[in-house]
């Protein structure tokens, strides 16, 4: 330890030079980082191909407003509504802003910590030969009184050097936290973001599964008062008109599960606007036609996720922070460097505070001699860290990969689901219409017709349900490829002062 007195203060310009001049001593000192340094994986590192294993478009497409190529004002203003107010990704913004605090106090570790002190000390001494006072016990004294001040004033200095990086590697380590947070951030924005759409496309569908269930039953009453005024006539046994009763009660069976499942997609919708959960169906009560989308999206390449995906950015972040643990934690192996200093001034008046100043330098090394080997294994604690940050790393982007060709062939096999039931709706209508027409000309039986009307509401509902499991299948696409955020830009805290 060296213990050195200023020579000269008055030449120095005042705490802040000389906090520098500390600071600049200490740098010099810091120079070794130990520890690994994070490097960015290959795309075969991380087990990508260089192609899906579904059919997909190579080309790039701006993802980045997807919500537009529906062509659905309302779809696209909830789910603009939800990017603004959402609670989860408030909670999202809040955990960002958590960490940019936690990188500006691990920053702060680069500069010294200086304190200040002043003081002012009266004195007051009592003499004989002055003024005469009578004391409690009858006895007269003189007493004399003389008063003197003093002013103080000082600082102090402290700063953990960190000779091998450990100061460094933990910036590094929560500047890639708070780069995380902030791709996490994004990663629930385009959660929420799918959620709107799919719950606003499941109550357009749900509204057309319920009016087509309503357009059955006009049939179905029809149906019903052909097959009673047929048996009041004795043309036909009361058979038809039970069957035709049956058949329409049933229909009408299914209306009220399809209006719970529409009440709980409206109520969704609110929540996920951070609203009541009624208050939007006041709006949105009135039938709409189902959003469509794009006929075909262009998914690119595989390695495009590595970019365009929050999630897969977030995970690489956190393997970068545990990668800095690692040094974080070898940098305890070795000595660590402090380094103290103090100024310190007294005088009997505040001008004089100037003219006489003291000070000092102090420095201090120590260094872990025993300690159980408790710091050895902190350090493959952090390399065990770094490998599961890595693993959890390769698994989000083959989880990315999975989404991307799920969505790909659920996308796929909608269309052809719409197509075939094009057809099946055509050959459906045709058949109930000559079914009706017969059996109300005593050609046909009710069983025939009813089986007409039967695979008529199927076909109705399945190209209904189809066309909405497509709408569904881009959003899940859309999603899927990391669409709904600017990949160009790293998210920060909306109070962000410049930090990188």
Known sequence: MTNATSPDPSRSNGPRSWSVALATIAFGLGGCTVGPDHRPRTAAELGMPERYSVPAAPDREDLTRWWTRFDDPVLGRLVEQAGLANLDIAQAVGR???????????????????SGSAGYNRSLNLVGGGTAVTLPDGSITTITRSAGGNFSAGLDARYQVGLFGEIRRTVESTRAQYEAAGFDQ??????????VARNYILARGLQAQIANARSSLLLQDDNLEIAGFRVRAGLVSSLDSEQARQ?????????????QQLNAALSRLGVLTAQAPGALKPELSAPRPIPTGPRTVSAGVPADTLRRRPDIRAAERQLAAATAEIGVAQAALYPALALTGNI???????????????????????????????????????RAGADIAFASYRATVLLALEDVENALAALASAQAREREFSIALDAATNFATLSRSQYR????????????????FNALSGATQARADAATATVQLFSALGGGWDAAVTPVAPDQTGIR
């Open 186 to 195: 994004a990663a629930v924005l385009l959660t929420v973001q799918s959620e």
């Open 344 to 382: 310190n001034t007294n005088a009997a008046s505040l001008g004089g505070l100037g003219d006489a100043i003291t000070g000092a330098l102090f420095a201090g090394v120590t260094q872990a001699i025993f300690n159980g080997g408790r710091l050895r294994s902190q350090v493959r604690s952090a």
């Open 96 to 114: 960002l802003r958590q960490a940019r605090e936690g990188l500006l106090q691990s920053r702060s570790n680069l500069l010294p910590t200086i």
């Open 247 to 259: 058949q329409r009660a049933q229909t009408a069976a299914a209306i009220p599960q399809l209006d």
């Open 441 to 456: 000309a005593g050609l046909t039986d009710f069983t025939t017709l009813a089986q007409a009307e039967a695979a008529l």
